[in-house]
């Protein structure tokens, strides 16, 4: 990377920890001031910093607004499905994508077994809240009064002996989800299938979708399913590096 480009990136992180003036970027930089003062002429040009009245500068209104067009442009099916392809081709099994919308998860994604045995999902369609696994990590990352909230409004169907009975436990499992970092509905919903999922988050580290290994349970146990969970997770965890932007190595073209 160029050293005027790194400099100059270098700055706005420090001026994300709040104001600084001319000489306080210039030591942190380990610059003489006239080459601070120049990097930051270019980025008030630009308006990614700002000069205030009391010759501070602080991070300019159009990177708030590049950042809003950025995140605003995710799309995160789009992003995740290659991961998704990826994922089955490893395991065999149906793979879900979902997300929290309007009070409803709603798998956005599928990508269907290479088995006889299929399950019945859909794209656009709701899951069963109170069950599901990928249900379970979208809720488990709400805020606790929000959490409560939704918990306390939600009908608990007997879909079978294995189902959530009511809120307390709803909670009691979400709480538990929140913890570990993954999530599992072993026949919570269908008798015959087992689901472990895990979650996908943001840059601010939120939890924005939940990808899942769903099977019947003539084609896997669920203990063998829980052993594709570090599987899972890389995936998971890929997908979010790429939805944030982390920086990733990268391939020089040939």
Request: hydrophobic residues 40%.
């Amino acid at each position: 990377m160029s050293q005027t480009v790194d400099r100059a990136l270098r700055i706005l992180p420090l001026l994300a920890e709040g104001p600084a003036n001319l000489e306080q970027v210039a030591r942190r930089l380990d610059v003489h001031k006239s080459t601070a003062l120049r990097l930051l002429r270019t980025l008030h040009e630009h308006g990614f910093v700002y000069r205030q009245q009391d010759q501070r500068y602080r991070l300019g209104a159009r990177l708030f607004a590049l950042a809003q067009q950025a995140v605003e442009g995710l799309d995160i099916r789009e992003i995740a499905h290659p991961y998704l392809l990826d994922l089955n081709e490893r395991c065999g099994h149906t793979v879900h994508l979902a997300v929290h919308q309007d009070d409803e998860v709603l798998y956005i994604d599928k990508v269907d077994s290479r088995y006889p045995v299929r399950m019945y999902s859909r794209i656009g369609k709701p899951v069963a809240i109170t069950v599901a696994a990928v249900a379970k990590l979208l809720l488990a990352d709400l805020p606790e009064p929000e959490r409560r909230a939704v918990a306390e409004r939600l009908d608990y169907p007997a879909y079978t002996a294995r189902s959530t009975p009511d809120a307390a436990a709803f909670l009691g499992e979400l709480a538990a989800v929140r913890q570990q970092g993954w999530a599992t509905d072993f026949g919570g919903h269908e008798e015959s299938i087992n689901c472990v999922g895990a979650p996908v988050r943001g840059v601010d580290g939120r939890v924005v979708a939940a990808c899942s290994i769903s099977a019947p349970n003539v084609v896997v146990t669920a203990d063998r399913l829980l052993e594709l969970l570090p599987l899972l997770r890389r995936t998971a965890d890929a997908i979010s590096a790429e939805y944030s932007g982390k920086p990733q190595p990268l391939k020089e073209s040939s």
